[in-house]
């Protein structure tokens, strides 16, 4: 018979009395009662009654000589020192996964109507693109120089102050703002084209364009004598030397002066319109290699305009091709107008629309390529294609709405659709590899449950952070940067929208899809796992119906995992990746001080 401890060291009775110890109603039956649970090691004692439970502190302070020892002075602060609360980390991610699991979920039992409203909502916004502009017509000073600069402060002063009354005397020196152009730039192949047979060719030129006249779609027609700016009555003529030599061919060309010549009494300026020039003595000109011919149009504002810029276009379209037929032998000519710049800005913009069609296809193609399995049920390939129209259906709503409550639309803002379509890319895939970790056994509102909650932080906070990025930008002082950022924000927001309800019940109907399709693989009248071997020969090539109950991990994440992640770590590779960036930084610093010298 094994001894009690109580027995084998009986606490004597002085000791017992020392402190408080439990009644007589707290001890248990029989000898073993008497002394109280031991403090002491050895075998495990007997259970207390629920009474001894209460006083159990009281019987460790009276414990007798077989109790071990109290614990030094110094160790007791750190006994009964409390465990401090660990800071929580987890305020946002928390709330937000709840919140979308719950999402996922309803998601997940109700895919059509997730899918059906963002839809309907696309058709509605939709409808405002019809107030998006269709000549492109904008004015390039407005949208792309600062808001309230000292420039336009003392231009309005000057507006204000030094009035000019163009119909009668136009002189472009008074004028205090950009004044509607063509202008044509004669080189000579010789040395100097102060010579008749040279100068004959330059009329010639100047003859064809004073002899374009532009018809319009009702029939007006539009010559260069009604558009161009005048001078008592008559159009400035594009270069003074050139109209004093047309009206006297026999004009001594070696008696002329430069940069003031005086032709008939009247002074004329000729530092803007000849290039190349040689002096010789007394200020006279001995050789000038080029000439420009500026063609001043009618600056009034508003739709009186219009038939100036028509006749610019005009210029523009055709003097390239009467240009061959006048056959210049000793002349070259190039030819621009205060338009051609607005005309690159909205070619520009014709430009994006097939770049746009062909990164959408490149897109689509690289969304099937990652997604694509052998594997019928895991295959996510039409998922994808439907991700990548999701965000598209973001960009038509948002630009619907802006356009809706009049944001103007800028040129710059067709490149905004390339930003989304990254954005809304890079979420699609974070979503469809969430759904692969996810198991095949639970039901589609379960798994959307878990994938939601997987990619709740991820692309609410890049989303919040880049709509912030772009919003801030509306306090530029552009406002072409201003309407760039609403534009590309607010669509940030749609597509954020639709890729937690739109995209994701895309996913549950192809959850459902998996599910029909393992049914359909199982072997008839087999239970469990196992399917026929033709149907896993055709649907499940190089691999089996037990891997796809697990989870999918992409061959891309076994690469990183098993071979780049591994190498990258080595010593070698840390060496050289810092060498190598090292490198990177020099050269940087290197090619920047040189652009600085430049």
Avoid at 129 to 136: N, V
Avoid at 224 to 248: I, T
Wanted: aromatic fraction near 10%.
């Amino acid at each position: 018979m094994s001894l009690n401890p109580s027995k084998v060291a009986p606490e004597p009775e002085p000791e017992r009395e020392a402190g408080p110890g439990p009644g007589p109603e707290a001890q248990g039956p029989g000898p073993e009662g008497e002394s109280g649970p031991p403090a002491g090691p050895g075998p495990e004692p007997e259970p207390p009654s629920a009474a001894g439970q209460d006083r159990e502190p009281e019987r460790g302070r009276a414990a007798g000589p077989s109790a071990e020892p109290p614990p030094p002075p110094a160790s007791r602060p750190e006994a009964l020192r409390a465990p401090r609360p660990r800071c929580r980390t987890d305020c946002l991610e928390a709330p937000l996964s709840r919140a979308f699991q719950r999402l996922g979920r309803k998601v997940g039992a109700h895919p059509w109507v997730f899918l059906l409203l963002p839809v309907a909502l696309t058709a509605v916004l939709g409808t405002g693109l019809m107030y998006l502009p269709r000549d492109g017509d904008e004015d390039l000073e407005e949208q792309y120089t600062p808001i309230g600069s000292p420039a336009k402060a003392e231009r309005r002063f000057v507006q204000g102050h030094f009035t000019a009354n163009d119909t009668l005397v136009f002189s472009v020196s008074r004028k205090s703002t950009d004044v509607p152009y063509a202008s044509l730039l004669v080189v000579s192949d010789t040395e100097t084209l102060l010579e008749p047979d040279i100068l004959e060719e330059i009329s010639k030129v100047d003859d064809a364009v004073q002899a374009l006249t532009v018809t319009q779609d009702n029939g007006t027609q539009i010559p260069y004598s009604e558009v161009c700016a005048k001078n008592q009555g008559a159009c400035v003529p594009p270069n003074p030397l050139l109209f004093a030599w047309k009206r006297n061919k026999g004009l001594n060309l070696t008696a002329i002066t430069f940069p003031i010549y005086s032709p008939a009494g009247q002074i004329v300026s000729l530092a803007n319109i000849l290039g190349g020039t040689v002096l010789g003595p007394s200020q006279s000109l001995l050789q000038a290699k080029a000439m420009r011919l500026q063609y001043y149009l009618e600056t009034d504002e508003g739709e009186e305009n219009e038939p100036s810029k028509a006749w610019m276009i005009h210029f523009l379209t055709k003097f390239g091709s009467f240009e061959k037929s006048l056959a210049l032998k000793k002349i070259q000519v190039v030819y621009f107008s205060s338009l051609s710049r607005k005309l690159e800005f909205e070619a520009t913009s014709r430009m994006v629309v097939p770049l746009f069609h062909l990164a959408y296809l490149l897109i689509i193609l690289f969304a099937i390529v990652s997604c694509y399995r052998c594997d019928c049920v895991r295959n996510k390939m039409w998922v994808a294609v439907f991700g990548v129209i999701s965000t598209g259906l973001a960009v038509v709503s948002s630009f619907g709405l802006m356009l809706y409550i009049g944001v103007p639309f800028v040129l710059i803002v067709a490149n905004s659709p390339f930003l989304i379509l990254g954005v809304g890319v890079d979420d699609m895939f974070i979503m469809i590899s969430a759904w692969q970790k996810t198991s095949l056994t639970d039901s589609v509102s379960e798994r959307m449950s878990d994938a939601y909650s997987q990619v709740a932080v991820s692309i609410t906070i890049t989303t919040l952070t880049n709509v912030l990025a772009f919003y801030t930008g509306v306090m530029s002082s552009f406002r072409s940067v201003q309407y760039f950022c609403i534009y590309t924000g607010t669509t940030l927001l749609f597509c954020y929208f639709y890729s937690i309800t739109c995209f994701g019940a895309c996913m549950a109907l192809d959850g459902k899809r998996e599910g029909v399709c393992l049914r359909w693989l199982e072997k008839p009248g087999t239970p469990g796992q196992k399917c026929s071997s033709f149907k896993k020969s055709c649907c499940l090539p190089g691999s089996s119906l037990q891997d796809g109950w697990k989870a999918d991990i992409h061959p891309m994440n076994l690469f990183f995992r098993d071979y780049f992640g591994p190498l990258l770590t080595s010593t070698k590779s840390k060496v050289f990746v810092v060498l190598l960036y090292v490198s990177y930084i020099v050269t940087s610093i290197y090619g920047v001080s040189e652009w600085r010298k430049a």
